[in-house]
């Protein structure tokens, strides 16, 4: 088994993350000592927090706002890594390399595969936001077969710039325009809803029969979760992706693969989901 001194989640803030939860989760299921712990720095320390953290054994993930600023520091950035434009994942062995990966890219498909069954075939996917986490869901999508998509935004530079980086991208519109249903598949790729009971979007736009993966996530499920829901689509928030990430990342620090049930039910325990 690989040895690694030290995991965490860097970010700012970052006392809010449910990794350490789900990460000592499965450590403790594995018998591995080393624990998983939040460590906020600030942007203009990031540098030279990963410097230092290069020459010893560690692993880890980046959250909000590191994950676009922290690919610079990185000596080894992996293909998926570059085509999302930011890393989620980070490992050293101690020799001053550090290697970035994202897997919010796989924990978006496994999400969508939860929600839906399968990898869709020939679907259109509305992408609501034109952010990092936007480009790691089109990153998943340009790799499903016939897939196109539509991402909805407010800023058009920011369309713009995401529609040149992705062929799969076919246009782009206003966040609530009702192009959102001509969508077999609609991702919420921005913060809405996340600290307000706000919607992206209304649930009325979309078709009756479109699934609604909200990346967000909470102690309860988003409002867009639950309108879309109660309105009869197929609709689940972010937790699952938090989950799916979670375990690629993990299985990228060591050389086993964690158990996923585990970390599920201290996600269910920490977010008071669990009966
Ligand atoms: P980001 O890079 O800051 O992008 C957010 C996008 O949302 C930007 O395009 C932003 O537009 C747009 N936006 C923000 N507020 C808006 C508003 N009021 N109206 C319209 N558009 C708005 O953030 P991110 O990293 O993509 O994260 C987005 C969300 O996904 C966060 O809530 C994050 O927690 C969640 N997430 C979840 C997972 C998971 O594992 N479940 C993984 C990654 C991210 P502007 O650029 O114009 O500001």
Redesign the pocket.
Known sequence: MIRRDRLMVVGHPVKQSLSPIMHNAALDALGIDTRYSAVDVQPAMLEDFLRAASSTRCGGNF???H??AAMSSMARVSDIARMAG?V?TFWSDGDGVLHGDNT?VA??EA?IVDLCGEIPTGVNVAV?????????VLTAVQRWPSATACVH???PE?LESIRSRFSVVTRTAA?SDRSLSRADIVV???????VTR?L?FPVEYLRPDAAVLD???GENETLLVQRARAAGHLAA??????????VAAFSRWYDVQPDASVMWNALLTATGRQM
């Open positions: 959250t909000i706002p994950k676009r930011s989620n919010d924990g978006f999400a609501v936001g034109a952010g990092g986490s936007a480009a790691a935004g407010r800023s920011k966040v919420n790729a921005t913060p809405i809803g996340m706000e992206p990346l967000v996530y928030d972010g937790l699952r992706m938090l989950l799916h990430q979670g």
